[in-house]
């Protein structure tokens, strides 16, 4: 996509001259709207991003956040450590359509090495996935493709992927999402940033050597995806090396651990011309590099290939002059390229080549550094406010037991135990809470402020749901934000911060930009109304294809803290009363379906239910009963409605029987967030948790037959938990 006439006149008018080739395809790239962020920067400013525990907000390449000290994670009496974690969340979209596998592994590989720029060694992935209709060949091959790039990568590099989602959407069939979340463990002397501190310091370019994989990637990410994309695009999908980038993980930690890094910054989008620019551009400063100096993998490579190229694992440091030799000798250690490749100046950003003894030294870059990284105007679009469809239910309605076997065995809701099971969530020893739960459990013993103290138990939570945005893109962002946070209470965590990454299809288009607006707005009102500040985050436009754009899909990724690494399960334990906590349908509010699984595959329309609002003392009062003595399982429920819920909940030999009175489909069906299904022995305690906050029902007992007996209206099924796990194994049967 070449530079656009307006934004040409714009660098002429800057430059005082005609750019030079590389000086137009770098522009290209940082002005793309996947760098620049052109169509979305002005409605960013409604999130907030600030708070006590926050360090480094958006900006640089990962957030950096205070871990409150374990015990002190209520409002009321916060105490932050000297322990940081990082988050960070990328999107690696139409890579992942180009080469699902390279396309997703490569994700992985590039938010790994956002979490290392800024002293952190990487501890958990989440992955949030996003394809067309599973029934579809072309689906099931770009599902297999990614989960299997995604593990390959995070298995090889030692970094356990313990959390996520995947969903199944008619609107990803021609552009698939694959958004990948990391969070990071560092201290505070550990800390760095891009931004460059000092002229006469060298900037030292270590890992992998440089190729021709990745050109053009950005601006490749900035543009709809043609009919061809599976062939004429692949030159621009880079190719992972998890090895080399494992190598890559323990020679940073030695850097950092050494005070040998100023400043530093991963190369990604725009290869080393995004990154060396963009670190010079915060620090207010200048760069010379040398680009033939950058050590290569390839012979004879241009001055614009060495600036753009997207090859994978490598870093560009900010290092003092008295510190090269180090820097050279850890990275002789870890067998990595290392290069120094010019040094910071006072100002402009200059890049100079030499290809040839005929033609000389050339510089083919010269331009203020701010300008490059900074200077993108911003769109002013057009658009349409999405409007709520009307109430058109299934007539006549199916019967409980095939709504309920429709529902259970959806893809959409089914067990992703497929997926989890070929990541190692396990490695690195910190998983408390294992994947297919709410939310995963990591330890995080470093915060103890004595070694006999327990450490904090980090709650870490992701994913969107397609059907509830494409209904209703503002009140749909806005639930998922409250059912991630209703994940982290349910394991006895309080929400801490968030990243997001916002999926939409081409701006330019007044529909699709209104919802890409509403999800914008839903997702920062919620999260300011739960007091999580986001953090940072990633955007993603121009996800079309010849099937149209993909729905307006808001994944948040967030965590929480506890003292210590305890969690209820999911999973009834066959010994207590069940409860349902939030839920107002069973108030006799006529609660509408919306959204749900159940219109999806019985079709029919209907309104989004609206998520209640100033929810902070119902996830507090979630956390105090998970973490009560006699809770024996507590389970969110959301996608499916309550059915899914239960059906979830029922596993070996617990069971459930449960009663409940009125529209047996609006009660079990409806997916009106910020609920949770509690298992306890002490039913009074959990309504004196949640007096005065939410509703609370007494709905049934769990029993230890292994069966789910439910009773709704006048309405009434009875299922073995035999058939259930037959129901949810629809992924294992199809994918094996």
Same mark, same amino acid.
């Given at each position: ?60 390449? /990962? +957030?950096?956040? /205070? ?15 000297? $322990? ?39 501890? /958990? ?12 060949? &072309? #689906? ?6 990614? @989960?299997?790039?995604?593990? &390959? ?17 008619? #609107? ?12 990071? !463990? !560092? ?34 990410? #900035? ?5 061809? +994309? ?5 030159? *621009? ?15 940073? %930690? ?76 850890? *990275? ?7 290069? @120094?490749?010019?040094?910071? $100046?006072?100002?402009?950003? @200059?890049?100079?080549?030499?290809? #040839? ?27 349409? %406010? ?16 095939? =709504? ?20 190692? &969530?396990?490695?690195?020893?910190? $998983? ?69 990454? !916002? ?103 209907? +309104? ?8 902070? *003392? ?11 003595? +006699? ?13 899914? =819920? ?9 069971? =459930? ?38 509703? @609370? ?40």
């Amino acid at each position: 996509m070449p530079l656009a006439p307006s934004d040409r006149e714009l660098v002429v008018d800057e430059l005082g001259r005609d750019p030079t080739a590389a000086e137009e395809a770098l522009f290209e790239n940082l002005w793309s709207e996947h760098c620049a962020y052109r169509s979305s920067r002005p409605l960013l400013s409604a999130f907030a991003s600030e708070g006590p525990g926050v360090v480094v907000g958006p900006g640089d390449d /990962a +957030a950096v956040v /205070a871990l409150p000290v374990p015990g002190t994670e209520t409002d009321d009496q916060t105490r932050y450590s000297d $322990t940081y974690i990082t988050m960070g969340v990328e999107s690696h979209n139409h890579p992942s359509y180009v080469d699902p596998f390279d396309g997703a592994a490569t994700g992985v590989g590039g938010i790994v090495r956002d979490t290392m720029s800024m002293g952190a060694y990487p501890i /958990a992935l989440a992955d949030s996935l996003y394809f067309g209709d599973f029934d579809r060949e &072309h #689906s099931r091959y770009l599902f297999e493709g990614v @989960v299997e790039g995604i593990s &390959h990568y995070g298995n090889c590099i030692g970094v356990p992927t313990v959390s996520g989602s995947v969903a199944f959407h008619d #609107s990803y069939e021609g552009n698939p999402l694959v958004n990948v979340a990391c969070v990071g !463990l !560092l201290g505070e002397d550990r800390l760095v940033t891009a931004a460059v501190q000092e002229p006469g310091n060298k900037l030292v370019l270590v890992g992998n050597g440089t190729g021709r994989d990745g050109l053009g990637g950005a601006s490749f990410a #900035s543009e709809d995806l043609a009919e061809d +994309a599976e062939t004429e695009d692949r030159p *621009a999908v880079q190719v992972g090396d998890p090895y080399t980038e494992k190598l890559l993980i323990e020679a940073n %930690e030695e850097l950092v651990g050494d005070d040998l890094v100023r400043a530093a910054r991963d190369l990604g989008a725009a290869g080393l011309g995004g990154a060396s620019s963009e670190m010079i551009a915060k620090g207010d400063l200048g760069a010379e590099i040398e680009l033939d100096r950058v050590h290569q993998r390839e012979p004879k490579m241009n001055a614009l290939e060495i600036l753009l190229a997207e090859s994978q694992e490598r870093m560009c440091y900010e290092v003092r002059p008295e510190d090269v030799d180090a820097v050279r000798e850890i *990275a002789g250690k870890y067998d990595l390229g290392c290069s @120094v490749i010019g040094e910071v $100046t006072e100002d402009r950003y @200059v890049c100079t080549f030499e290809g #040839s003894e005929s033609r000389g030294r050339e510089t083919v870059v010269d331009a203020p550094a701010g300008f490059l990284a900074d200077g993108a105007p911003m769109n002013d679009l057009d658009h349409v %406010e999405p409007e709520q469809p009307a109430t058109d239910l299934p007539d006549p309605a199916p019967d409980l037991r095939a =709504a309920f076997e429709t529902v259970v065995g959806s893809p959409n809701t089914a067990s992703k135990r497929w997926v989890y099971r070929q990541y190692d &969530h396990e490695v690195g020893t910190r $998983t408390a809470l294992r994947p297919g739960d709410d939310a995963a459990l990591v330890a995080v013993r470093e915060s103890a402020p004595v070694d006999a103290a327990p450490g904090t138990g980090l709650a870490f939570s992701a994913g969107a749901d397609p059907n509830w945005t494409d209904v209703a893109p503002y009140d749909g962002a806005r639930a998922v934000a409250l059912e991630n946070a209703t994940n982290i209470a349910a394991k006895g965590a309080h929400p801490l911060a968030a990243v997001d990454c !916002l999926n939409g299809g081409n701006p330019e288009k007044p529909d699709v930009y209104g919802g890409f607006r509403g999800i914008v707005d839903g997702l920062a009102d919620e999260c300011a109304d739960l007091d999580v500040p986001v953090v940072g985050g990633n955007v993603s436009l121009y996800n079309d294809s010849e099937a149209g754009p993909v729905a307006p899909t808001p994944t948040l990724a967030m965590v929480g803290t506890k003292a210590g690494y305890d969690a209820p399960p999911a999973a009834f334990a066959g010994e207590g009363a069940v409860l349902v906590v939030g839920d107002r349908a069973l108030e006799g509010e006529a609660v509408p379906l919306g959204g749900s699984e159940y219109l999806a595959r019985h079709g029919g329309t209907d +309104a989004f239910p609206e998520p209640p609002r100033n929810n902070t *003392a119902f996830l507090r009062a979630l956390a105090d009963v998970a973490d009560h003595d +006699a809770t024996r399982a507590v389970h969110d429920v959301s996608h499916g409605g309550l059915a899914v =819920a239960l059906a979830e909940m029922v596993t070996g030999d617990a069971g =459930a029987d449960v009663s409940l009175g009125g529209d047996a489909h609006r009660l079990l069906f409806n997916e009106r967030v910020g609920r949770a299904v509690i298992e306890t022995t002490a039913p009074e305690a959990v309504a004196a948790a949640v007096d005065g906050v939410a509703p @609370v029902h007494e709905v049934g007992t769990s029993t230890p037959d292994g069966t789910l007996d439910l009773t709704a209206g006048d309405e009434s099924l009875s299922v073995d938990v035999a058939d259930i796990r037959e129901l949810r194994s629809v992924i294992e049967r199809q994918m094996e």
